[in-house]
C-alpha cells in the first residue's frame, strides 16, 4: 500500500512489544529501578506517539480506497497506546491495582494481579503478531519490488535488442540507399550514351542521304 506506513507500523509494533515488556517488568521493581524503567517507558510512549501522529498524516495523503484501510488499521493502534498509557498510570499510582480493584469490586490483589498479567500478555501477543504481519507485507512489497525491478530490466534488454535491430536497420538501409545511388549514376551514363549514339546515328544517316541526293543529282544533269 504504501512502504513509508509499512515502515512506521512496523517500528509502531516493534515499539509496543518492547513497551508491554518494560510495563510487564516495571510491575515487580521497586524503588529508584521502577523510576528509570517508567521514565523509560515514557520516553517511549512519546515516541510511540509520534509515530502515531506520521502514520496518520501518511495515511490521510493517500487515495481513498487505502485510505480508508490504514485509518481503521491506525484506530487499533490508537487504542493499543491508550492501554499501555493506562497501564503506566497505574504503574505511576500509589497502588498499581486501584483501578483494577475498583472495577473488580471485590477481586483481592492476587487476582488483580493476575488479571493485569494477562492483560499485558494478551497485548504483548497482539503487538507480536502485528510485526509478524508487518513483517511479512514487507517482505511482499520486497518481493513485488524485486519482481518489478526483473520486469524492468527485461524490458531494458528488450529495448535494447530492439535498438541493436533498428541500427542494424538503419545501416542497411543506409547500403541500399548508396546502391541506388550508385544504380542511378550509371543508369544516367548509359542514357547519356544512348543519347550520344543517336545523335552519331542520326548524322551519319543524314550524310549519307546527302550524299545520296548529290550523287542523284549529278547522275541526272550529266
Known amino acids: 500500500m504504501s512502504e513509508v506506513f509499512d515502515g512506521y507500523e ?11 515488556r518494560s510495563c510487564a517488568s ?4 521497586i524503588g529508584e529501578q521502577k523510576k528509570q524503567k517508567l521514565s523509560e517507558i515514557q520516553a517511549g510512549l512519546d515516541d510511540a506517539d509520534t509515530l502515531i501522529r506520521k502514520m496518520d ?21 490508537k487504542n493499543d497506546l491508550s492501554n ?36 499485558q500478555k494478551g497485548r504483548l501477543l497482539m503487538s507480536t503478531e502485528r510485526l509478524n ?22 524490458i531494458l534488454q528488450d529495448l535494447h535488442q530492439q535498438r541493436q535491430s533498428l541500427l542494424h536497420a ?14 542511378k549514376k550509371i543508369l544516367t551514363t548509359m542514357s547519356r550514351r544512348m543519347n550520344r549514339n543517336k545523335m552519331i546515328l542520326w548524322s551519319v544517316t543524314g550524310v549519307l542521304v ?5 550523287i542523284l543529282y549529278f547522275k541526272f544533269t550529266h
Open 84 to 119: 499501555l498509557k493506562t497501564d503506566v498510570k497505574r504503574l505511576t499510582s500509589t497502588d498499581p491495582y486501584q483501578d483494577a480493584r475498583d472495577e473488580l469490586l471485590e477481586s483481592g490483589p492476587a487476582d488483580i494481579a493476575m488479571v493485569s498479567v494477562a492483560d
Open 26 to 29: 516495571a510491575g515487580v521493581l
Open 170 to 183: 538503419h545501416s542497411t538501409l543506409h547500403d541500399v540507399d548508396d546502391n541506388i545511388g550508385r544504380s
Open 57 to 77: 498524516l501518511e495515511a490521510r495523503s493517500l487515495q481513498p480506497s487505502i485510505k480508508a484501510t490504514l485509518l481503521a488499521k491506525l484506530r487499533e493502534y
Open 133 to 154: 504481519q508487518s513483517t511479512d507485507r514487507i517482505k511482499e512489497g520486497r518481493r513485488t519490488m524485486l519482481e518489478t525491478e526483473e520486469l524492468g530490466v527485461s
Open 210 to 214: 546527302l550524299a545520296i541526293l548529290i
Open 10 to 20: 512496523r517500528h509502531y509494533c516493534e515499539l509496543s512489544a518492547n513497551l508491554t
